[in-house]
């Protein structure tokens, strides 16, 4: 994501230096940095509901910069998200339960599983684009989900699995929740991080060449089959990431988990947040989350309406709720709640003048 | 040697569905080139609204077969109206999304109607029993199921061959500009598309809930019956009937062999797996399309 077209009046680089800058004014950097003492602080104030809503939101950032990596920069329709988000959560687990490795070991590798999985399923990518690769991902997403939840040997089947959360590390104990959640949010920044950049690197800018038009980006010299599959593995390395502080949080691993619902609602809260831009991902997981939570709010109303049928109730409800957002986005925004943010910036900076 | 034939009779039997409902996704995509995942969660709508007919306003058959069938179609308008007409003309993703969610949103309806639970149509609107010729077990369901579905998509077909709206829909087959060309009105196209796949999928529904039962879980039919689509060729009708077959056949088969030797849901997982082969060795399946891009 090019900063340049929106930055205020009066600002230009005037070396290499100023050129590459990730943040360019020090509005921006001084809103960022209260932004990130700010999300630091906020577990001393909140309660563990809201940590537990936060550590989510983290947790679900970073698999929704995956899928933006894999869709929104490279166009590589993934609908078997989720599935390598559990692959994440499975690659911990297991290790924990068979190995007894400790949670420091099992993160790196809870991203270099799935990443190494979704590039086998990526190599389809090679082939074709488009509505064939969704198919080709929703098989990947059935057989992934076939595999672990009857492998009862490795997996222990549809029982789910217990998971450690990482012990002691430079003194701090992250067996708390909060401690916990400091942990999420500096993995969750760094990750952030490296997202950002690499729409800089030659490799990001492949990804959006490939995804604007992938023949005219061979025929500008990118190889095109290491782009997609790079694509697929560094998606699939955040969905892992995501996976293993996800489950880590909830101590437990569950196969149904991560249902077709689940990929699919990555995809559609991806276009409510925002194709192709780091905000967007973020912007999509948090309105994704925070439904989620509303629509547990809303669950005891249900039942005091409904009596018995309030269960499904709520469940068909919330299924229907979340397709008609992502529908009315498609429909009526479909650049998502990130372009809505940006002409809310452009508007302020050109105040009072309308362009 | 009498397993294999045992097996491959079955499977013809039960792809005949798959053939139908392959046909629901080919009908769609061959006009509006958008690839309809909500026909899955169609079944689910159209299983229930036949059981509430029969079962709880205690309507005559054919009754609830038009009242199932009119109510698809109401399905079929509304959704191409409302949800897939302003997505026109707008990159790939957006339809795959909306239709995506679209299947979510019907589950979230059918379980609102179903309540979640597993309904049977008790003395079932087909024949029950089964023939046993020789070794044979023919379940009758199945056998006049297969027969039904072969009727529709004949029926289908004539449609397509001799009348002047079908004619219209094969010209917006070939292409949408042209077709515009000649006068003939490319919304209302797409809009009998969505009809008829709806109408068949509602049917295939009521089928294969009178088979499996009414419940949630019929819509893993209408994903199965995407790798038939995509084994034929997402453009071909003969490639969906045969490829329907063939992954009825597929199912049979993996029951008899290989669901002995894997735990779990094979049948469910294996027509993946071969949806991932024909990817990988010819994605664009038997009688499909090979597009040929340039700048």
Redesign the interface.
């Known amino acids: 994501m090019s900063v340049n077209v929106d930055r205020p009046c009066g600002i230009f680089d005037r070396n290499y230096y100023q050129a590459k800058e990730l943040f360019r004014t020090p509005l921006r950097k001084g809103l960022l940095a209260l932004l990130i003492v700010a999300m630091y602080l906020f577990p001393f104030w909140t309660n563990e509901y809201g940590i537990s809503i936060l550590i989510v939101i983290c947790a679900f950032t970073i698999g929704m910069l995956g899928l933006q990596i894999i869709?929104g920069y490279c166009?590589l329709?993934s609908?078997g998200h989720a599935a390598f988000m559990g692959v994440g959560m499975y690659t911990v687990g297991i290790l924990q339960r068979h190995f007894g490795l400790s949670f420091w070991v099992c993160l790196p590798l809870a991203g270099l599983v799935p990443m190494v999985i979704g590039m086998m399923?990526g190599?389809?990518a090679l082939?074709?684009k488009?509505?064939?690769l969704?198919?080709?991902t929703?098989?990947?997403h059935?057989?992934i989900v076939?595999v672990i939840?009857?492998w009862?040997s490795v997996t222990n089947g549809t029982d789910g699995m217990w998971m450690k959360r990482p012990g002691m590390l430079l003194g701090i104990d992250f067996q708390t929740d909060r401690n916990y959640y400091l942990l999420v949010l500096t993995i969750t920044i760094l990750m952030t991080y490296l997202a950002t950049n690499l729409s800089r690197t030659k490799l990001g800018r492949a990804f959006v060449a490939v995804r604007d038009?992938d023949?005219?980006a061979e025929?500008m010299g990118i190889n095109i089959a290491y782009t997609k599959i790079m694509a697929f593995g560094i998606g699939c390395f955040f969905a892992g990431i995501a996976g293993a502080l996800g489950g880590a949080y909830y101590e437990y691993v569950n196969v149904e988990w991560f249902g077709l619902?689940d990929s699919?609602w990555f995809?559609?809260f991806l276009?409510v947040g925002g194709?192709g831009s780091i905000f967007g991902a973020i912007a999509g997981a948090a309105v994704w989350k925070i439904m989620d939570e509303l629509s547990t709010l809303v669950t005891p109303l249900a039942e005091a309406f409904l009596g018995g049928?309030a269960?499904?109730?709520s469940?068909?409800?919330?299924?229907?709720f979340?397709?008609?957002i992502?529908?009315i986005f498609?429909?009526f925004e479909?650049r998502g709640i990130a372009h809505r943010w940006q002409i809310i910036k452009r508007s302020y900076r050109l105040h009072p003048f309308p362009y | 040697m009498e397993e294999i034939l045992k097996s491959i009779v079955l499977g013809l039997s039960s792809g005949g569905i798959y053939a139908l409902l392959a046909i629901c996704y080919v009908v769609i995509y061959k006009s509006t080139r958008v690839?309809p995942f909500s026909q899955a969660a169609m079944l689910i709508i159209g299983a229930y609204v036949m059981w509430f007919c029969l079962i709880v306003w205690n309507l005559p058959v054919w009754l609830g077969f038009l009242i199932t069938c009119g109510t698809g179609a109401l399905m079929g308008m509304a959704i191409e109206r409302v949800?897939m007409r302003?997505?026109v003309g707008?990159p790939?993703?957006?339809p795959?999304?909306?239709t995506?969610?679209?299947?979510?949103?019907l589950?979230?309806?059918?379980?609102?109607v179903g309540?979640?639970n597993i309904q049977g149509f008790g003395e079932s609107f087909l024949p029950q029993g089964a023939w046993e010729v020789g070794f044979l077990h023919l379940p009758k369901i199945q056998v006049y199921g297969f027969f039904l579905c072969a009727a529709l998509i004949a029926a289908l077909m004539l449609f397509y061959d001799k009348t002047r709206i079908g004619l219209g829909m094969r010209v917006v087959h070939e292409d949408h500009v042209v077709a515009q060309n000649l006068g003939i009105n490319v919304k209302r196209v797409f809009q009998y598309s969505w009809v008829i796949s709806c109408m068949i999928a509602v049917v295939a529904g009521m089928l294969l809930g009178n088979i499996q039962g009414v419940g949630l879980a019929l819509d893993a039919n209408g994903?199965i019956a995407?790798?038939a689509v995509?084994f034929g060729g997402?453009e071909s009708f003969a490639g969906a009937i045969i490829a329907g077959l063939a992954i009825g056949i597929l199912q049979m088969l993996t029951i008899s062999y290989i669901a002995p030797l894997?735990?779990?849901?094979t049948t469910?997982?294996i027509p993946?797996?071969f949806?991932?082969v024909i990817?990988?060795l010819k994605?664009y399946g038997l009688f499909g399309l090979v597009k040929i891009?340039?700048?």
Do not use: H, W
């Open positions: 869709t166009g329709i609908i399923f190599i389809p082939r074709m488009g509505l064939y969704a198919f080709a929703l098989a990947a059935f057989v076939y939840s009857n009862r038009n023949i005219a025929i619902d699919i995809l559609g276009v194709f049928m269960f499904y109730a469940a068909a409800f919330s299924l229907i979340y397709a008609l992502v529908i498609l429909v479909p | 690839f949800f302003p997505l707008q790939i993703l957006a795959i999304v909306v995506l969610c679209l299947m979510l949103l589950r979230g309806v059918g379980i609102l309540k979640g994903l995407i790798a995509l997402l894997l735990p779990g849901e469910m997982m993946f797996v949806l991932l990817l990988f994605p891009e340039r700048l």
